[in-house]
């Protein structure tokens, strides 16, 4: 009995495979530098994440911090113990989080606190209570708290991403899954499997639901699934191309590219009433749509100028306006969550990056310095961009902050991953 | 590439065989329209003779040629309805595309020109054409430009009569690469149009 | 008998009829090969109208720049005119004054500034300025240029004059337009040496020169911050734009 008690707890402790691998190509000048003591563990027994590496991992990945670490450290003090500022000052390090983790009968307590070691006080202290499946989700939260303390912005370690994977083995012998994993990469699990290729994954303005296209039947079309419950429903499958779905920020429409009347067109899916309004009328390629936050305008891109450019529609007139000008291939926009710039796909001197635009000065700044980079998505607080990008043979996620001074990749393990998505809050 | 090179040497034996059968039956069908005469002259002649007896032999002799000629005409058309399968069966099924466009390339033309060949003659045989496109450039709009080529094709399929009904057509976009080389060899390879037959 | 010669008849009719359906085929062949031509031609036409709609659209955006920059270098013209006619007719009113000695209180109906007697109800100065400082808190920066430029040609004796000018530059700046940014701060630095922000104008016209090259004059003009007022924020501010240059 004992034996396999251990045994569990030795399964617990390894840490989870497939998880993608975080590495910081590049930071901003004077990070913040935080020492996040390993938690106290107040009970018997081994916990299945180490929750202050997830926190200094999580704050490392913003770009905005680096930590202090653990060999270094000349106490490693809990909640209840006393900090000696001096200690900590001497390994540099200008904040420390101490905490501990205790079993209870209803499940388990995380106790923290964050000090300012030159200010020699205790910023915050806090006891979260939770169940053995959410110690994650405990992690996220308090990485949240202390990032949104010390930087004044909405912290983005408790959100999700959604990306596929493929797996190759021939041409026509594939499997895709569509994943569903944490912000940090962590937990991913397979929501949707295919041998045929699945595409343009898109969240709903809430996070409850995922908008994707997939084929069934060797005819492509566009499907809604529940997060919660995985009921799937049909939203088009029409011949030709249903794809590139997005969600309208009331969530109630979605807009897509149909090419049932001869050529790539957008449409407008009313998703009570199933009605269809078709928003273009061009024999060129008008595809990618995506809805700007206030919902009153669509960016897509149209090859209707000879090359493929972005092209900003008026949902209300239809009226189109050009809105890149700079370079051959401008394609696959996205908006900041201020509506006011927009990320997007550029192609200069014949290589492919993510490049970041202001809609007001029309000013652009390429973020990224990989090739064939592409399907950049934002993160719901503005500061940083995931995308997906190459390495020689494989497809990997990278992340950019929105002024291009962080980059962070995110090797994948062994498939190849592409179409991140990052989720809305979901509080 | 070597399987195709194989096929394409597979595919003009088949030719040069069924063509050097054909030459045979060709000849055959043009010598009997004139020997015709002569005989229903013979006929006539000796018709007089012998009315009532030889007009049934003949009658069945000439019955017996009309099939002959009648199976000697089918086995033509036959020949040649196998000639047309075996050049379509012979000829290219991979149709390659310029970076961003969907327009089809000359070359293609003499090979798309044989399927619509087959295709017309045979109004069962039906194709399913598979529009691809290269990994540079987004997926979506990649995903619309193998819709495109694939159209290209069906419109120039459609144009020399074949039925719509017996295309059908998928983009797979830049997902399904035949090349994994991540350069312009690999590229080039992986714009394209796939046809098979069902 | 009969039957023979219609049996005949009927392999010539096949035979004609096979003729004829060649001749047809035939017919049919040149049909649609004309057909895919035309395909093919309509194809190319598309993708040159389609060239030509980029080509449009791009020469379309590059005209109404143009057309902005221009207004913008008009409105500076006409400004920098303004002024000098103004500088003109003081001098030559102070010239006029001190020859035959007026007193000096006197000149004040002479010159165009709106005088309480205006039986015309006038919008002030300081509505206009206010307006267009409006406009760049809710970054209308176009319009709010062009009103700032109004107000300096139409009141050009107002006290908030330097202030307008001190905006336009801000404006540009953050535009990117840095050459008209350097413009306005420039003739700031020299017209209004006294002006209350001039060291805030001298750093950020160190700080445009140097980001446009001109790293000599940048320098100049940021060192002389720090001589001038070697305690203010501006010698601090001054003094790490410095450090980031070298």
Not at chain 3, 137 to 142: G, P, S, V
Request: proline share 4%; hydrophobic share 40%; aromatic share 8%.
């Amino acid at each position: 009995m004992r034996f396999i008690a251990i045994a569990i707890a030795i399964a617990l402790a390894l840490p989870a495979h497939a998880e993608l691998v975080i590495e910081i190509t590049r930071g901003v000048e004077n990070p913040i530098k935080i020492a996040v003591v390993p938690f106290q563990v107040k009970s018997s027994g081994a916990f299945d994440a180490d929750l202050a590496r997830l926190i200094e991992s999580n704050l490392e990945r913003s770009g905005q911090f680096r930590r202090v670490g653990r060999e270094t450290m000349l106490s490693l003090p809990g909640p209840d113990d006393e900090v000696f500022y001096r200690d900590w000052r001497a390994i540099d390090s200008e904040y420390t989080v101490v905490g501990s983790i205790a079993r209870d009968d209803d499940g388990f307590l995380v106790r923290y606190a964050l000090h300012d070691v030159y200010g020699e006080r205790i910023l915050f202290a806090e006891r979260v209570p939770g169940d053995s499946s959410s110690l994650r989700d405990i992690g996220h939260y308090i990485s949240d708290r202390i990032y949104e303390s010390l930087t004044g912005l909405k912290g983005i370690f408790s959100t999700r991403l959604l990306y596929v994977t493929a797996e190759r083995r021939s041409e026509k012998d594939q499997t895709f899954k569509l994943i569903l994993s944490d912000a940090d990469g962590g937990r991913p699990r397979t929501i949707f499997q295919s041998s045929e290729p699945i595409l343009s994954p898109a969240w709903s303005p809430d996070g409850s639901r995922v908008a994707y296209m997939s084929y069934r039947a060797k005819r492509p079309g566009i499907y809604i699934q529940t997060l919660a419950t995985g009921e799937v429903k049909r939203v088009t499958s029409f011949p030709g191309l249903n794809s590139a779905p997005s969600f309208s920020p009331d969530g109630r429409k979605l807009v897509l590219t149909l090419s049932k009347d001869g050529n790539p067109e957008l449409y407008v899916a009313n998703l009570r009433t199933g009605e269809l309004t078709r928003m273009t009328k061009h024999f060129a390629i008008d595809t990618e749509a995506s809805w700007s936050p206030d919902g009153r305008s669509i960016l897509f891109t149209s090859s209707r100028g000879g090359k493929p450019q972005l092209y900003m529609m008026n949902v209300a007139s239809k009226t189109i306006k050009r809105v890149t000008f700079n370079g051959d291939y401008n394609s696959n926009g996205a908006f900041t969550p201020d509506g006011e710039s927009i990320v997007f796909v550029h192609r200069t001197a014949k290589r492919f990056h993510i490049a970041q635009m202001n809609l007001i000065t029309r000013q652009i700044s390429i973020l990224t310095e990989t090739d064939l980079d592409e399907s950049p998505s934002v993160a719901p607080n503005g500061t940083m961009v995931i995308y997906a990008t190459s390495n020689n043979e494989k497809s990997l996620l990278g992340l950019v902050s929105m002024d291009g001074r962080v980059r962070v990749r995110l090797p994948s393990v062994s498939e190849s991953v592409r179409e991140p998505t990052w989720s809305p809050y979901f509080n | 590439m070597k399987f195709l090179k194989q096929a394409k040497v597979a595919g003009t034996i088949v030719i040069l065989a069924v063509l050097a059968g054909c030459a045979g039956q060709v000849n055959e069908e043009v010598t009997a329209p004139a020997v015709e005469p002569v005989v229903s002259k013979e006929t006539a002649s000796s018709a007089s003779t012998n009315e009532v007896d030889s007009s049934a032999e003949l009658a069945a002799k000439a019955k017996a040629k009309a099939k002959a000629k009648a199976d000697a005409a089918a086995d033509a058309e036959r020949a040649t309805a196998e000639k047309i399968k075996s050049k379509a069966m012979a000829a290219d099924t991979l149709f390659f595309f310029e970076f961003d466009r969907s327009d089809l390339k000359q070359d293609a033309l003499n090979d798309l020109d044989a399927h619509a060949k087959y295709l017309t003659a045979d109004r069962s045989a039906k194709v399913r054409l598979e529009g691809h496109a290269d990994e540079r450039g987004t997926r979506a709009y990649n995903l619309a430009l193998g819709e495109r080529r694939a159209n290209s094709v069906t419109r120039y399929l459609v144009i020399q009569g074949v039925n719509r009904s017996q295309i059908e057509s998928v983009s797979y976009g830049e997902e399904r690469p035949l090349s994994l080389v991540r350069d312009d060899s690999g590229w080039l390879r992986n714009r394209r149009v796939e046809l098979i037959y069902q | 008998m009969r039957l023979l010669i219609i049996l005949s008849a009927a392999v010539f009719m096949t035979a004609a009829s096979l003729f004829s359906y060649a001749e047809d085929g035939q017919e049919m062949q040149s049909f649609r090969q004309s057909q895919a031509e035309l395909m093919l031609q309509i194809g190319q036409l598309r993708q040159e109208t389609q060239q030509l709609r980029g080509l449009m659209e791009e020469l379309s955006f590059q005209l109404g720049q143009m057309s902005a920059d221009q207004k913008t270098r008009y409105l500076d013209l006409d400004q920098r005119l303004g002024e000098l006619v103004r500088v003109q007719k003081d001098a030559v009113a102070v010239q006029q004054a001190a020859a035959s000695k007026i007193p000096a209180a006197d000149l004040s109906d002479n010159t165009p500034s709106v005088v309480g007697g205006d039986p015309i109800p006038q919008i002030s100065d300081k509505d206009v300025y206010n307006e267009a400082f409006q406009l760049i808190r809710e970054r209308k920066f176009d319009e709010s240029l062009i009103l700032m430029a109004d107000f300096i040609a139409n009141y050009p004796d107002s006290d908030l004059v330097l202030d307008a000018r001190f905006w336009r530059g801000q404006v540009f700046d953050v535009l990117g337009r840095n050459a008209e940014a350097i413009e306005a701060f420039k003739s700031l630095t020299m017209i209004a040496p006294d002006y209350r922000r001039i060291l805030q104008v001298k750093v950020k016209l160190g700080k445009l020169l140097i980001k446009n090259q001109d790293v000599l004059n940048g320098r100049k003009i940021l060192e002389e911050v720090i001589t001038e007022a070697p305690e203010s924020v501006e010698a601090g501010l001054a003094s790490r734009e410095l450090e980031n240059a070298s």
